[in-house]
C-alpha cells in the first residue's frame, strides 16, 4: 500500500509536471543539453517532429535568466522572503540535466503577500548566475509556483554555493542521488530546504524578472537570489561534477531590466 506522504508527494510532482508542460507548449520530448548541437546555444531553433521550432522564448525572448549581477538599485524598504518550509521525505532525481529533489505540498515562501509553494529544488555547476562577471563553483534553484493552469506564476529562489566547509544537508542528498536518470527514495529519510538556506538571507537578495533557464524558456518567472552563499566542500562540488560536469546556461543580456537588492 503507498503511504500517505508518498501519495502526497506524487501528488505535488503531478502539479510540478503539468505546469512544466503548460510552459512546455506541448515540445517537452525534444532533446536538449548543455554540449554540442543542442546545447545553449541552439535551444532557440531546435524542432520539434512537426518541424517547428519547439522552444523559441530562447533565442527571442527579451526577459532571459540567468544574468550577470553587477549593476543594481538598492532598496532599504524592500519586501522580506518569509520561507515557511516544512520536512519532506527525500526523494532524489537525475533527470538527465540535473540533481532534483522533489517536495510534498506543505511548504511554501511568502513575498510582500504572495504565496508560492514549494515543488522542488535542483543544482547547476558552474553557478548560472554571476555576481560581477564571476561564478560560483554551484547554485541551487528552489523552484515555487501559485495559481493553476493558464494562470501559474513561477517565483524561484536562488542561492550561491561557494567552495568551503563540508555540507551535511548536501551530503545527506549526495549519498543517495543516482549516477544515471533515474529516482531513489532514501527509505525513511526526510530534509528540511530551510537547512539549505541561512535564517536571514530572506531579508537580503537580489531580485528581477526573468526566465526559466532551461527549455522552453518562458519569462515571467520572479528571481530572488540570495546575496549570502553556502558553503559545500571541493569534494562534495567534484562529486557533483563526476555526474553533471556543466550543466548551466550563460548569462543573457538584461536588455534594459533592473536587479534591485532588497537589504531590509
Not at 522552444?55 to 525572448?61: D, E, I, K
Not at 501559485?146 to 542528498?173: K, M, P, T, Y
Not at 531579508?203 to 553556502?230: D, F, H, M, N
Amino acid at each position: 500500500m503507498m503511504s500517505k506522504h508518498r501519495t502526497k508527494l506524487l501528488a505535488g510532482a503531478a502539479a510540478a509536471v503539468l505546469i512544466t508542460s503548460g510552459l512546455a507548449i506541448g515540445a517537452s520530448d525534444v532533446h536538449w543539453s548543455y554540449h554540442g548541437d543542442d546545447g545553449p546555444e541552439f535551444w532557440g531553433f531546435l524542432l520539434d517532429d512537426s518541424g517547428h521550432i519547439a522552444f523559441p522564448t530562447c533565442a527571442v525572448g527579451e526577459s532571459q535568466s540567468p544574468v550577470d549581477i553587477s549593476k543594481f538599485d538598492e532598496e532599504d524598504d524592500g519586501p522580506s522572503i518569509r520561507f515557511d518550509y516544512e520536512a519532506t521525505p527525500l526523494v532524489v532525481k537525475n533527470n538527465g540535466h540535473t540533481i532534483e529533489v522533489e517536495y510534498e505540498p506543505g511548504s511554501s515562501i511568502s513575498i510582500d503577500g504572495d504565496t508560492y509553494n514549494l515543488l522542488q529544488f535542483h543544482f547547476h555547476t558552474p553557478s548560472e548566475h554571476t555576481v560581477l562577471g564571476a561564478p560560483y563553483p554551484m547554485e541551487g534553484h528552489l523552484v515555487h509556483a501559485r495559481g493553476e493552469g493558464d494562470d501559474v506564476e513561477l517565483a524561484v529562489v536562488g542561492f550561491l554555493i561557494s567552495e568551503g566547509d563540508h555540507n551535511d544537508v548536501l551530503q545527506g542528498i549526495w549519498d543517495v542521488m543516482p549516477a544515471s536518470e533515474g529516482i531513489v527514495e532514501a527509505d525513511g529519510e526526510t530534509i528540511d530546504a530551510s537547512d539549505l538556506v541561512p535564517s536571514d538571507s530572506g531579508e537580503e537578495y537580489y531580485a528581477y524578472s526573468g526566465s526559466l533557464t532551461t527549455p522552453p524558456c518562458s519569462e515571467g518567472v520572479r528571481w530572488q537570489v540570495l546575496k549570502e552563499p553556502i558553503e559545500a566542500s571541493a569534494a562534495q562540488i567534484a562529486d557533483f561534477q563526476e555526474i553533471f560536469d556543466m550543466n548551466a546556461r550563460p548569462v543573457q543580456d538584461l536588455l534594459g531590466r533592473e536587479i534591485s537588492l532588497i537589504d531590509d
